[in-house]
């Protein structure tokens, strides 16, 4: 038996720790490859003779050679939204303008790099990897934490003095040096080039075996910090902090992050990586701005689907030229017709392009679009294709302007323009096919009544053998009626009745986001949901009654009436209150009311109560729990350990701190 084995394995995995940051972090080497892959070598033996020393942080992980069958899906425990996406530095200023008046004093901004890679969480407990996450739909991702072991430069254990638990957040991405050698690879073993770095990236991220994920050699930049009680005022001074804890972070040196307190330094910095971005040794598709302080962030708060305290101003897409061969008209959900142009196939962005996007009638209108026409293409946000212009001198002299159609192209009736909207749309509500199925298509998805085993075929498929009219209908299939379908198998027919009926439990707000009705998103339901409190209450409600809500305007108000006069849509209502869905808000009860219109920040730790405890103490009693002190807050509930910063920050600002048995007086709670 070797001398100590255990101590010998702590020490390698140290020292192969120590090795792997400075030459994937900091670009340094203080040994050769060879004497590296040595160690590496001594250290998986002993591994295999000793497992039970093994770590689970072991450098020996980064090698690969787990098998992923399955990819785990994991709720994220902070959303993962997206941001705002401009492409005009005017909309940007509007944006700084729009931060300045919603927040007082002095702003500092950070700029950033906008990386062309794949979005991951990275979850770490007492300084160890745990668990590292997709962005997938903002809510939940899919657990892919073998793979991204192998990326050398994430730390596996994390070195000085951090946070106990806390997640930190960037971006994976494909280095064009290590990209463009794999396709010399995959060129000479014959088979077919990748198409672009940030696609594979995401391809290599979900490999089941991740032996093949470490020879890609990806790459991960990490600049954003979420948990419980950070120690940490703003973003840009959390940057600087994981870099000591050995976090691969953007550098100020390289100018790949810097502040500004103004729009000045803001356009410099767009300005100066719009020209340099091509030097750069892999991908990125624009700039992100960020307010810093974390107070401020919190003042400013959240739309729906992106934070309003950040943006992210893309640079201009590649275009190139194609030749229109004719044009489709799609019908959406709610009865607008989208024009798409089909094109002869053409290589953008490292895809095949064959259509794009002509949005609208004004649209072709301002082309100036013919028949046969070439014509210039981009792909918008880098995503969705779309036609920017005409070559007008390759046309052709007796060539026809494009005209767009009269008649929906589905059900025939004639198409209608609202005022002052640019679409148009088929008024045919209840009796246009894909108007009924995207409304159940809508109805079915994750963020509305969420059932599973229904995709977009199936609903078509129902609607098609008429088991479905409606969204009503889903609550009346039966085992016997879907079990006739194709692939539906009975365990299949099992699982979709049991999500149906799952779905009963939905919360009121999300049911009627699902309903489908024109204007009406998450964010504007919920706060009609909250006023309201019931269906009958809001298809009873007067116009003056509906603007009166936070964030409901005249549109959204007439849509919200048109919707509950229509006789179809009442019919369809009256069944769901008859198949018992959610529609009346849960009143949760409340222990009192003598909070109510106050925002606590709990900090520290206590001696009668958890944080948990306090938090739902604060809520019960109408109180509002905030992660970050701002000028908005109204008291700091402190613990032994309170963070200095937050302490200097709550006594500059001038709020009140309290203990916990202060606290217990305020709700007149009995803590003894």
């Known amino acids: 038996m070797e001398k100590n084995p255990k101590e010998r394995i702590k020490y390698l995995t140290e020292k192969l720790h120590h090795y792997n940051h400075l030459y994937y972090v900091e670009h340094k080497s203080e040994i050769s490859d060879f004497e590296f892959d040595q160690l590496l070598k001594e250290l998986q033996e002993l591994e295999e003779k000793y497992p039970k020393y093994a770590s689970e942080s072991s450098p020996t992980k980064r090698v690969g050679g787990d098998i992923t069958k399955k990819f785990e899906t994991v709720r994220h425990e902070y959303p993962m939204l997206s941001l705002s996406n401009s492409y005009s530095q005017d909309e940007i200023k509007e944006w700084e303008q729009r931060v300045k008046k919603s927040v007082p004093g002095k702003i500092k901004y950070v700029c950033e790099l906008k990386y062309d890679g794949v979005a991951i969480g990275i979850r770490y407990e007492n300084g160890i990897l745990q668990k590292a996450v997709t962005r997938g739909d903002g809510t939940q991702g899919e657990d892919v934490t073998t793979n991204v072991k192998t990326i050398r430069s994430i730390p596996l254990q994390l070195k ?16 064009l040096k290590n990209f463009q050698a794999l396709n010399e ?39 954003g910090l979420y948990g419980d009680d950070l120690p940490f005022e703003g973003h840009y001074e959390s940057v600087l902090e994981a870099k000591k804890w050995g976090f691969k972070v953007p550098s100020s040196q390289e100018k790949y992050i810097a502040t500004t307190d103004s729009i000045e330094g803001i356009m410099k910095f767009i300005n100066y990586w719009d020209k340099k971005r091509a030097s750069l040794p892999f991908e990125i598709d624009g700039i992100v701005i960020k307010v810093d302080d974390y107070g401020q962030q919190q003042d400013l708060g959240f739309t729906a689907k992106s934070p309003r305290w950040a943006i992210a101003y893309k640079f201009k897409a590649e275009r190139v030229i194609s030749r229109l061969l004719s044009i489709d008209y799609q019908v959406g959900r709610t009865g607008a017709v989208t024009p798409v142009a089909n094109l002869s196939p053409v290589s953008l962005g490292g895809t095949i392009v064959k259509r794009a996007s002509l949005h609208n009638a004004d649209q072709i209108a301002k082309l100036s679009l013919h028949e046969n026409d070439t014509v210039f293409v981009e792909k918008g946000g880098e995503i969705i294709p779309k036609i920017v212009g005409v070559e007008q001198k390759d046309r052709a002299a007796d060539s026809i302007a494009v005209k767009f159609i009269e008649n929906c192209p589905v059900c025939g009736t004639k198409l209608i323009r609202y005022d002052g909207e640019a679409q148009h749309f088929c008024p045919n509500t209840t009796g246009c096919a894909p108007q009924i199925t995207g409304r159940i298509i809508h109805f079915i998805s994750r963020k509305a009544m969420n059932i599973d085993g229904l995709g977009s075929e199936t609903v078509e498929l129902l609607f098609k053998k008429q088991l479905i009219h409606s969204y009503a209908d889903l609550y009346e299939l039966e085992f016997n009626q879907l079990l006739q379908l194709e692939r539906f198998a009975e365990k299949s027919v099992n699982n979709l009745i049991e999500s149906v009926k799952n779905s009963k439990n939905v919360p009121f707000e999300r049911v009627l986001f699902a309903l489908g009705i024109r204007h009406v998103g998450e964010t504007v339901a919920k706060k009609i949901a909250r006023v309201m409190k019931n269906i009958d209450t809001i298809s009873e409600a007067t116009f003056d009654e509906l603007v009166d809500i936070d964030e409901v305007g005249e549109k959204i108000a007439l849509s919200i009436q048109s919707f509950f006069q229509d006789d179809k849509n009442k019919e369809i209502v009256q069944k769901l209150k008859s198949h018992q869905l959610r529609l009346e808000v849960e009143e949760k009860s409340m222990a009192s009311s003598l909070l109510q219109g106050k925002s606590f920040v709990v900090s520290g730790v206590f001696e009668k109560f958890s944080r948990n405890e306090l938090k739902q103490l604060i809520e019960a009693n109408g109180g509002k729990n905030v992660g970050s002190i701002s000028g908005k807050t109204n008291y700091v509930l402190a613990g032994d350990n309170m963070g200095p910063a937050k302490l200097e920050k709550a006594q500059k600002l001038n709020i009140p701190i309290i203990t916990e048995v202060e606290f217990a007086k305020m709700i007149e709670y009995d803590s003894n």
Do not use: M
């Open 160 to 175: 000085g003095k951090y946070p106990p638990s806390f997640e930190i957040r960037g971006e994976i991405f494909f280095p």
């Open 185 to 223: 690879l995959r060129e000479e073993e014959g088979e077919p080039l990748f198409a672009n770095p940030r696609n594979t990236a995401s391809g290599t991220l979900k490999l089941q075996d991740s032996r093949i994920v470490s020879s890609r050699s990806l790459d991960c930049y990490l600049y």
